[in-house]
């Protein structure tokens, strides 16, 4: 798939994501995200994914779209319910599992 057509649908996944539970949670994400890719460690990185992946379990409406944006996009954070790297599957199952007790 050429690169247009890759930024296309990953234009267009992102048009559906108008719902997303995390849309007023940029400050978190950011804060989460970095914290995710200092650490070298992953019991620290899900510790910090923990509260966005809460966010995302706790009714998102949007999960599935936002999982399919993040693979064409090839994106690294949390996204859709997940940890990504490059659109993969990181360190979370796709079904939500309580991180920390």
Avoid: F, Q
């Avoid at 509260?51 to 994106?75: F, K, N, Q, T």
């Amino acid at each position: 798939m050429s690169g247009r057509n890759v930024r296309v649908l990953a234009r267009d996944a992102a048009a559906r994501l108008r719902d997303a539970a995390c849309k007023e949670k940029r400050d978190l994400w950011n804060e989460g995200e970095a914290t995710m890719e200092a650490t070298e460690d992953r019991a620290e990185a899900l510790a910090a994914a923990e509260p966005l992946l809460e966010v995302c379990w706790s009714g998102c409406l949007v999960r599935d779209a936002c999982r399919e944006w993040a693979r064409i996009d090839r994106y690294t954070g949390v996204a859709g319910g997940e940890v990504v790297h490059n659109g993969k599957s990181a360190l979370a199952p796709r079904r939500h599992i309580k991180l920390a007790s």
